[in-house]
Every structure is written in structure tokens, then in C-alpha cells.
């Protein structure tokens, strides 16, 4: 069986366990749920894809709250901080202490702002490119920087999907 024959084949609770686990806005996961079967692979990521650019701000931010600030350890053994700890593995390894520290303090900064975490595709991606994304974001007004999340939410989403499918036998 292929791997999207696989993701089709799925039973409906494990389904919803496994999108959820890739993008903890349960809009998003019935979007792409209920359109199943997919033809191809090509097929999934696109439907997800749109329904990730479908979803409310308040959507997004129960998106949000499965993703631990940048530079903090995502806890547990569950697949989310799995893929986590995975995507910060980069910015994790770089940096001086300085860095982690101004890291810190524009997490907190954005929070006070925007209210929410600080999301970036943080993958590939050092502390330092992270740090200056996130100085660059505090400048934004509310509408810009939903946008911006939102945008984030999508690719990391997409990323994980991607993630996945290809570990579906």
C-alpha cells in the first residue's frame, strides 16, 4: 500500500489523532479529513494547504497553542513536541548565551504585544536569523503580523504533513 492509500485507509479517530498532532487547529484537520480519498500526495498537501489559509484567526490560535516559544525545549514524548524539538534542532545548536538571552527577551516582548508565542518556520533556521525575524515582527501592527502567523502556521503545518505521510507504510 502506498502512502497515500495509507493516509485514506486511516481509521477516523487515528485520523483526527495525526492531524491534530500536525496542526492542533481542529478546523484545519476536518478540512483535510473530509475530503479524503486523495488521488496522490500532490492532492493532500494541496487541500491542506488551502485549508490552512482558510482559517480564522481564532483557528490560528488554537493553533498556536501546541507550539512552546522559540528556544524552549518542547516537553513530553508526544509526536507534536517530537516534531518540535526537530524543527528548533538548528537554532538549538547555534548561538552564544547573548543570543539566547536577547532570544528571551523578544519572545516576551512579542508576547506582550501580540499576546500569543512567537511562530516562525524555525527550521534550518540559526538563533541568530530567528532573533532577527522576531526584533523585525514586534514592528508589525495586529493585522500584519496575523497574517505573518498565519502564514507560519501553514508551512510548519505543511511541513509535518509532508512528515507524515512519507512515515505512513
Not at 100 to 111: D, F, I, K, S, V
Request: charged share 30%; glycine share 6%; proline share 4%.
Amino acid at each position: 500500500m502506498d502512502r497515500v492509500e495509507a493516509f485514506n485507509s486511516l481509521p477516523a479517530g487515528r485520523l483526527e489523532a495525526e492531524l491534530l498532532a500536525v496542526c492542533a487547529a481542529p478546523a484545519w484537520g476536518r478540512a483535510v479529513a473530509a475530503l479524503r480519498p486523495y488521488p496522490s500526495k500532490e492532492a493532500v498537501m494541496a487541500a491542506a494547504d488551502a485549508a490552512a489559509r482558510s482559517l480564522s484567526w481564532p483557528e490560528v490560535r488554537q493553533g498556536l497553542s501546541a507550539h512552546p516559544r522559540i528556544g524552549e525545549r518542547a516537553q513530553g514524548d508526544s509526536k507534536e513536541a517530537a516534531w518540535s524539538r526537530r524543527e528548533q534542532s538548528t537554532a538549538a545548536g547555534s548561538g552564544d548565551d547573548d543570543t539566547r538571552a536577547a532570544l528571551t527577551a523578544a519572545n516576551h516582548a512579542y508576547e506582550d504585544k501580540f499576546g500569543h508565542v512567537f511562530l516562525i518556520f524555525a527550521s534550518g533556521r540559526t538563533q541568530e536569523e530567528i532573533l532577527a525575524a522576531a526584533r523585525e515582527r514586534i514592528g508589525n501592527d495586529e493585522a500584519t503580523e496575523r497574517a505573518v502567523v498565519t502564514g507560519e502556521l501553514r508551512k510548519i503545518a505543511l511541513l509535518r504533513l509532508e512528515r507524515l505521510l512519507d512515515a505512513l507504510d
